[in-house]
């Protein structure tokens, strides 16, 4: 699986991005996906993510009621609308593919800057 991350930028305190993940290729399975961020000097943190089959979706508290995860699954693509940034929300953007238990395939990154 190949996953292709793109939307990021940079955007003021209060505004608004929407990322989006392409996948291609043909994994074994698909459990889930999700998208993850690491700001620097951070670990790596899981900010969403949505199960493939019943759209079961997770929010980190930082970003709950502003961010919003959903999925195509006719186009294989996931994103992520981003409301109310904040300038912590400053990272780069991971999208990931959970084939079972662990997410196993990684996009690029996409940055992510929010200024004030």
């Known amino acids: 699986v190949q996953l292709q991350a793109s939307g990021g930028g940079l955007v003021q305190a209060g505004g608004s991005l929407r990322l989006s993940c392409a996948a291609s290729?043909?994994?074994?399975?698909?459990?889930?996906r999700g998208w993850f961020r690491q700001a620097p000097g951070k670990e790596r943190e899981l900010v969403a993510s949505?199960?493939?089959?019943?759209?079961?979706?997770y929010y980190a508290d930082s970003v709950k009621g502003r961010f919003t995860i959903s999925r195509d699954n006719a186009k294989n693509t996931v994103d992520l609308q981003m409301n109310s940034l904040k300038l912590e929300d400053t990272a780069v953007y991971y999208c990931?593919?959970?084939?079972?238990?662990?997410?196993?395939?990684w996009g690029q990154g996409t940055l992510v800057t929010v200024s004030s």
């Open positions: 949505i199960s493939w089959s019943g759209g079961i979706t």
């Open positions: 290729g043909r994994p074994f399975s698909t459990y889930a």
């Open positions: 990931a593919h959970k084939s079972r238990s662990t997410y196993d395939y």
